[in-house]
């Protein structure tokens, strides 16, 4: 079972990173799609550029093998900005299909977290 597990916590987490950290990366150089994306949302530009910087530096925390606690914040964070941008488009009655992948999102991260091998955690054996 550990090694099923196994399988899907990197399944999972490779398409969450993937998703996360390029969206972040269209989000991060203002790219024009990405910006006419964020328009009916009400956000200042400048906020766009900031998450985005903030999903590429979540992944590469949780990517990179150690810094178990800084993992805990990166999840939550990722899964904050996915259900923020889900609340957003709904707040601003700009429900449309594009709302489909924040939540997608969202639960990979729960996933993700779960699904994590023992080494990537924070102990709670004292």
């Known amino acids: 079972m550990e090694k099923k597990k196994l399988?899907?916590?990197?399944?999972?987490?490779?398409?969450?990173?993937?998703?996360?950290?390029?969206?972040?990366?269209?989000q991060a150089l203002q790219l024009k799609e990405t910006v006419q994306?964020?328009?009916?949302?009400?956000?200042p530009t400048y906020f766009i550029s900031l998450i985005g910087v903030w999903k590429m530096l979540g992944v590469i925390a949780i990517l990179v093998p150690g810094f178990r606690l800084l993992k805990e914040w990166?999840?939550?964070?990722i899964f904050f900005t996915m259900t923020g941008a889900v609340i957003s488009h709904i707040a601003s009655n700009d429900v449309k299909v594009q709302i489909i992948a924040p939540i997608v999102?969202?639960?990979?991260?729960?996933?993700?977290?779960?699904?994590?091998?023992a080494d990537r955690k924070i102990s709670t054996v004292n």
């Open 7 to 26: 399988i899907w916590y990197w399944v999972i987490t490779g398409l969450l990173s993937f998703c996360i950290f390029f969206g972040g990366l269209t």
């Open 74 to 77: 990166a999840y939550a964070g």
């Open 37 to 43: 994306g964020f328009k009916p949302l009400g956000y």
């Open 105 to 117: 999102l969202a639960v990979f991260t729960v996933l993700s977290c779960y699904l994590r091998p």
